[in-house]
């Protein structure tokens, strides 16, 4: 059974002529009449009498209103995938991590809403891990993370590098840590911490980094929000490890000092740090959403305004 026996079906039953029916297909008659054949072989029914005009048997009355479903079914779906390929998506939903929402994107998300009106903008702040996890369940249709090479795998994933970013400290202004222009490791790693919670890209790293200078991390907290970092660390106690563009806020309120580490200073001491402490920030989509105008015009403004010029300097 095929869908043009179908269409066929239901051309005849709607004009009651197998010629008529032909002509509202774009095909002969005797191509008809073949895909009629066909049908009734495949269903073992005759479903029209063959007088003058084609009159529906039994079988035919009772197929027609299923045929009628699935043809329309099939014009509905047809008419979704035209509109998606030439752009008339009704949504485009995006899952970023924290501080990409609060610094970066706010610029580019104005812009596609101005450039896309009729596409509603749905914007999710989750942590790297998550953020990937839905976009290959087909949830979100592009995700901004951190970079996570066992994480973005396959051949239609599609990853674009965005920035890379240096780890600083923040702490408050009254803590010990508050008194260096820049922070060795070996001072860094006596106090506790709050970090993000589990499945965070950020919190991987940063315990990978302390695993490799052979520290224990000394996580008192675990929290999921800038705001709850900033409440936390402003108390005194505890300090934090987050990515300059998470800082941006920071940086003018004066209960928090933001200060930079020192990877070269204590090359000599047992705790030292020889390269940079940075993290990098992508951007990943699949391949076949990449070629839908909305998508392809949101990843575009990312590139070119994601980070502003001079963010980073």
């Known amino acids: 059974m095929r869908l043009e026996q179908l269409q066929a079906f239901l051309a005849i039953a709607q004009t009651g002529s197998f010629q008529q029916a032909a002509k509202k297909c774009g095909v002969t008659q005797s191509t008809i009449s073949r895909q009629i054949q066909g049908l009734e072989a495949d269903l073992g029914v005759e479903l029209f009498h063959r007088n003058t005009h084609a009159k529906l048997t039994l079988g035919g009355e009772r197929l027609l209103p ?48 101005h450039n896309y009106p009729q ?9 790297s891990d998550r953020s990937l996890k839905v976009l290959k369940d087909g949830l979100v249709d592009l995700a901004i993370v951190m970079y996570n090479k066992f994480l973005i795998t396959g051949k239609e994933m599609v990853v674009k590098n965005l920035y890379e970013e240096p780890i600083e400290v923040l702490v408050g202004i009254n803590h010990p840590l508050a008194e260096f222009r820049s922070i060795p490791w070996s001072e860094l790693v ?28 000394k996580a008192a907290l675990e929290v999921n929000t800038l705001d709850a970092f900033r409440g936390v660390v402003r108390q ?27 990877n070269n200073e204590d090359k000599d001491h047992e705790l030292g740090g020889d390269s940079s402490f940075t993290r990098r920030v992508v951007m990943v989509t699949t391949q076949d959403r990449l070629k ?19 963010s980073l300097s």
């Not at 596409?119 to 942590?127: F, K």
């Open 66 to 113: 299923r045929v009628r479903k699935i043809c329309q079914e099939w014009e509905f779906a047809t008419q979704e995938l035209t509109d998606l390929i030439s752009g008339k998506q009704p949504e485009l939903c995006v899952a970023a991590i924290h501080s990409i929402c609060s610094s970066y994107l706010p610029e580019v998300l104005q812009m596609f809403c």
């Open 119 to 127: 596409v509603q903008l749905r914007v999710t702040s989750l942590g």
């Open 190 to 217: 006596k106090y506790p911490q709050v970090v993000f919670k589990d499945g965070y890209g950020m919190q991987r790293l940063i315990q990978e980094k302390f695993d490799q200078l052979g520290a224990v991390l």
């Open 236 to 262: 005194g106690k505890l300090i934090a490890l987050l990515p300059h563009s998470a800082l941006i806020e920071a940086k003018f309120d004066p209960s928090l000092v933001v200060r930079s580490l020192n």
């Open 292 to 310: 839908i105008p909305p998508i392809e015009h949101f990843w575009q403004l990312v590139a070119d305004h994601i980070p502003p010029k001079q």
